[in-house]
């Protein structure tokens, strides 16, 4: 059984920094495409950042660059969104995906991915 598990959320204020991990069990992640996403209140879920199997391999959701960064961890089979400056637009449900092997699509797109964990819930404040 495959299982995705997010965990690091909190509340932080503005400017600080996060780092959420997702840690995988029945699929090797360093096989997988795996991708963060977020939903808001009332918003609909928007892509934050990939990685792929290479892991030199990795892009952001423009509102992310260069504040956030999606590494592996291949011995521990977890990913993490390592999150900086944030903003409190950025407050968010946070979930990881995974591909079951080598994705076969865009990977910014929800329907890549075969495999959900149950989130993290982020909030930033002012």
């Known amino acids: 059984q495959v299982r995705l598990v997010e965990s690091g959320g909190g509340l932080v204020q503005a400017g600080d920094s996060l780092r959420l991990s997702c840690e995988g069990s029945?699929?090797?992640?360093?096989?997988?495409?795996t991708g963060w996403f977020r939903q808001a209140p009332g918003k609909e879920q928007e892509f934050v950042a990939a990685?792929?199997?290479?892991?030199?391999?990795?892009f952001y959701a423009d509102s992310v660059r260069g504040r956030f960064t999606v590494s592996r961890d291949r011995p521990k089979n977890t990913v993490y969104l390592q999150m900086e400056s944030l903003k409190p637009e950025d407050t968010a449900v946070y979930y990881c995906?995974?591909?079951?092997?080598?994705?076969?699509?865009?990977?910014?797109?929800?329907?890549?991915?075969?495999?959900w964990g149950q989130g993290t819930q982020v909030t930033v404040s002012s």
């Open positions: 029945g699929l090797a992640l360093s096989l997988s495409a």
């Open positions: 990685i792929r199997r290479s892991s030199t391999s990795a």
């Open positions: 995906a995974a591909t079951f092997g080598l994705s076969n699509g865009d990977e910014s797109k929800a329907s890549t991915y075969n495999f």
